[in-house]
């Protein structure tokens, strides 16, 4: 923090000495976490949070110290970016939670209770910050827009349990397998990335999405794997080193969900493998899934191939490199690009059906 501190009282720096090292005693991980200038940093801080609560207790006004908990978090949640912010509340909340313990320290046993009310409110307030992220506006309109939100906060909060609830209550309010894919988890799951890709949730976070997110998936399989098959056959794969394979996933199991023999053969799928599969499983149609735009170049080499090969052959590309071009899909030899893989079942029931 950029302000000086001045006129502390000697007494008030042996406390706040107290509960700094009491602080580093009972999580260990801030000695991993902290280097020497975030030490510091985190020893001045606790001296304005002294201050603050102090004008809040004076002026009996706990509003004042939690607008301050909150602006800090999020101060300390733009200063840290290596922690995700459950991270960061873990350790507001420590801190706060060992100052309750030393508020007869500073301000006696008349006044302690009032201190410990507005710490107690700085607490709530803080762990209600964490779900306060901001998001892109797009994230917040269409359908089902609560339930995405509340399932993203969730996956942010790295409560497993959380999320899985969110999906099977939506499942048991009947909403339809598609739209959970398309409407929850395939536009959270954009957020996700756009989230790390500001830098404000971390790669470790990201990850931890992706995968819960995947084991998620899974719930649905007993159903989705039950149709009535109606001899059809898609084959999708995320092209070249390209390693984001929820898409590619979620077009396989929604085709799969309506009948088709989905053939899925993953991330990182060269494209000389990819040519041995369609030999050996002769689909009827083609999806291939890019996310990274570093990829498009090998997955345009990929399409060319597969239609040199395959003249007659149906193909699909999709993902979120395609949206960083400038419609460069429309000067490729493909038969179709879309981003959501209800309106590509859409248009493959009816192209299969003419072939």
Request: charged share 25%; hydrophobic share 40%; glycine share 4%.
């Amino acid at each position: 923090m950029c302000l000086l501190l001045t006129s502390i009282e000697p007494n008030l720096i042996s406390l706040a000495q107290t509960i700094f090292d009491s602080q580093f005693a009972e999580d260990p991980r801030l000695v991993v976490e902290m280097d020497e200038r975030r030490k510091r940093l985190m020893f001045e801080d606790i001296l304005y949070n002294f201050s603050f609560l102090t004008t809040a207790v004076n002026l009996e006004d706990g509003t004042i110290f939690t607008n301050y908990a909150v602006w800090l978090y999020e101060l300390l949640c733009n200063l840290m970016k290596d922690l995700d912010r459950d991270r960061i509340k873990d350790q507001m909340v420590g801190h706060y939670c060992i100052l309750r313990r030393f508020s007869q320290k500073l301000f006696g046993e008349d006044r302690s209770d009032l201190a410990n009310t507005y710490l107690d409110q700085a607490i709530k307030a803080t762990e209600m910050a964490v779900d306060n992220i901001e998001v892109s506006p797009q994230f917040l309109q269409g359908r089902h827009q609560k339930i995405r939100r509340d399932y993203l906060n969730a996956l942010l909060r790295s409560d497993t349990n959380r999320a899985i609830q969110i999906i099977r209550d939506a499942e048991a309010q009947g909403i339809e397998i598609d739209q959970i894919y398309e409407d929850i988890i395939r536009l959270t799951m954009l957020e996700v990335g756009e989230l790390c890709h500001k830098n404000i949730i971390t790669v470790d976070k990201e990850h931890y999405c992706t995968s819960t997110t995947q084991m998620i998936l899974s719930l649905f399989y007993p159903t989705i794997f039950s149709q009535p098959s109606k001899q059809k056959k898609i084959l999708t794969c995320c092209i070249g080193s390209e390693l984001h394979e929820m898409g590619g996933r979620m077009v396989s199991d929604l085709f799969e969900y309506h009948g088709w023999e989905s053939i899925y053969l993953g991330a990182a799928v060269p494209v000389a493998s990819l040519l041995h599969a369609i030999e050996e499983h002769t689909p009827d149609l083609v999806a291939l899934s890019v996310t990274m735009p570093q990829y498009l170049g090998i997955c345009h080499e990929a399409v060319v191939a597969l239609r040199n090969a395959h003249p007659s052959l149906l193909i699909a590309v999709g993902g979120r490199a395609f949206s960083t071009s400038n419609a460069i899909y429309t000067r490729w030899p493909i038969d179709i690009y879309t981003e959501l893989a209800t309106e590509l079942l859409y248009w493959a029931e009816k192209a299969v059906q003419r072939q």
